[in-house]
């Protein structure tokens, strides 16, 4: 069965720190896919990044970074030199190849203060 | 410009008034998903519809219902809405083919049961 855990619940940090949003996954598949979303407090949720399986490598997209380790089964998000505008709720998912669905985590709540 | 576009942003229903809420895109995506979000919790998934395919989750209450006239709309009845069905709604697509899973998002619409 396909589970994605999202430990943290709620963050909180000061503007112009670095910050790792953690997220682990559980899947039988070995063709799936990764992804994080952002959602504002507006309620839109606004596609970050999405990684396949057989691809491990790390990505870099301005301050943010994702980290995909296939050996610990984690896909951790990391905002460098964070931002008030980062405030938000992070929401890891996980869809199985072949799948149209999507599971999600339980979400990070991420509150950075001036 | 608006890919997923959902009308209205905000409504106000009366306790067992049925309610109409109301998705279109821009994509031409095969897929399209309703979410029922509640506060502080992950989106999950009502139903989708692969192209005129409805697959409904076995949990989705029978109060919830969806029609998808054509490939751009797709809307969400809710025959006898109760208080426990106010939430947001998101609207979802993805063009269904394998290795392009990604789910784009509307904004939501929230809906408020008095």
Known sequence: ?114 | DAMVIQNPRYQVTQFGKPVTLSCSQTLNHNVMYWYQQKSSQAPKLLFHYYDKDFNNEADTPDNFQSRRPNTSFCFLDIRSPGLGDAAMYLCATSTGRRNQETQYFGPGTRLLVL
């Open chain 1, 1 to 114: 069965a396909q589970k994605v855990t999202q430990a943290q619940t709620e963050i909180s940090v000061v503007e112009k720190e670095d910050v790792t949003l953690d997220c682990v996954y559980e899947t039988r598949d070995t063709t799936y896919y990764l992804f994080w979303y952002k959602q504002p407090p507006s309620g839109e949720l606004v596609f970050l990044i999405r990684r396949n399986s057989f691809d491990e490598q790390n990505e870099i997209s301005g301050r943010y970074s994702w980290n995909f380790q296939k050996s610990t089964s984690s896909f951790n998000f990391t905002i460098t030199a964070s931002q008030v505008v980062d405030s938000a709720v992070y929401f890891c998912a996980l869809s199985e190849g072949g799948s149209e669905k999507l599971v999600f985590g339980k979400g990070t709540k991420l509150t950075v203060n001036p």
